[in-house]
């Protein structure tokens, strides 16, 4: 069946480092992929999507190119602040219009002044 | 738009209890779905709707039980509570067109 893998946590990173979260999926076809955060307390929030292969997200500096030839779709950030602290979570969405998310399961981010 | 709410935030219950989640969007959305949250585990999908009288299982489904009367709100019943039920409970919807659905704040359950 589809599955997501996302790096295990927590990352820990001084402020200004450079973030790098892995995510690789297994699924049929071309499912959308997304990345979700979870500050503390709260909801999820959709940070980014990509819909197609080649496709790169992004939002509040942080960046995801869909790569259909590694089957992955990795978040990064050139220079993280103490406010993205935070559990990131990879996703997919099989094509074909299946209501199911299939998620990762979340790498806790912990960012140091 | 107030987007997707839930109620309670918190609740405690015992063995066996019933209780219902309220999730409610004002988006007008056709596709809702309740999802469960938990510790290194990610989300799974309980249940899901794709529109009035319309619902599906999804990936854990057992010991829930919805229906959708209105295309607003979309609770997630209970019937008997059991402490592998204690989680966080995420409810999201989505419009037909949009590739990814809005959450609400979540609901903390805690079965003793």
């Known amino acids: 069946g589809d599955s997501v893998t996302q790096m295990e946590g927590p990352v820990t990173l001084s402020e200004e480092a450079f973030l790098t979260i892995n995510c690789t999926y297994t699924?049929?076809?071309?499912?959308?992929l997304f990345w979700y955060v979870q500050y503390p307390g709260e909801g999820l929030q959709l940070l980014l999507k990509a819909t197609k292969a080649d496709d790169k997200g992004s939002n509040k500096g942080f960046e995801a190119t869909y790569r259909k030839e590694t089957t992955s779709f990795h978040l990064e950030k050139g220079s993280v602040q103490v406010s993205d602290s935070a559990v990131y979570f990879c996703a997919l969405r099989t094509q074909g219009g299946s209501e199911k998310l299939v998620f990762g399961k979340g790498t806790k981010l912990t960012v140091n002044p | 738009n107030a987007g997707v709410t839930q109620t309670p935030k918190f609740q405690v219950l015992k063995t066996g209890q019933s209780m219902t989640l309220q999730c409610a969007q004002d988006m007008n959305h056709e596709y809702m779905s309740w999802y469960r949250q938990d510790p290194g585990m990610g989300l799974r999908l309980i249940h899901y709707?794709?529109?009035?009288?319309?619902?599906d299982q999804g990936e854990v489904p057992n010991g829930y039980n919805v229906s959708r009367s209105t295309t607003e709100d979309f609770p997630l019943r209970l019937l008997s509570a059991a402490p592998s039920q204690t989680s966080v409970y995420f409810c999201?919807?989505?419009?037909?067109?949009?590739?990814?659905?809005?959450f609400g704040p979540g609901t903390r359950l805690t079965v003793t």
């Open positions: 999201a919807s989505r419009s037909d067109g949009q590739a990814t659905p809005y």
């Open positions: 709707s794709v529109g009035a009288g319309i619902t």
């Open positions: 699924a049929t076809g071309y499912p959308s």
